[in-house]
């Protein structure tokens, strides 16, 4: 890959998804930072992560997963007319499985263990996908694994530089504020996620030209 062509992937991969993202989960952050704290502790916590979920499946995951194939059918296949909806699905399917089973290694075995999953089970359903295009496409389930955990941490600092006490229950009479925190915090993951997934990218692609220049010659 050009170095030029190679840039421009990288910050269309990371900065586009991490932008429609953040915008997508706007409709329910707006509702979650409208409701008091109590609606956070316990059992009461059940509700807000529902419609979290639900938006997160319904509206963020389809989105992304656009961007991102639009994105690679671009880089990888401009002929393949069903990559861009391959994706989707996969990045669908990948996000409903993440959220399955972070339920399930919660409730199961550890409570709270289960968040540090969804990126290894996000790259494996994009793997299917990915792996008919380019070599060593199981890297990538590494790269969405390490760029998960390290958009998590980043994450988390960003939301504890903003409202120090805690992202969800800080500030409950100013729901503007929260909203803007949640966005924020949002944004900082998904690019975080996004530059990581797209240094893993960018590899591949790099790998995939230079099997094809060695077999030409």
Known sequence: MRNQSTWKLFVLWALGPAVIGALSLSVPFTIISGMPAVSFMGDNAVAPLLLFAFALVVITAPLIGVAQGLILKYWINKAEPLLVGKWVVATLAGVLLAIVAV???????LCGGGIVLPGAVLGFAQWLVLKSYVQKAGWWIVACAVAWNASML?????GTALLPTSILSALPYLPFERLLGLETVAFAGMLTFGLMTGLGLIGLLTRRDLSRLESKS
Do not use: D, E, F, P
């Not at 980043?154 to 960003?158: F, K």
């Open 103 to 109: 339920v399930i290694v919660n409730v199961s075995l």
């Open 154 to 158: 980043v994450g988390w600092a960003v």
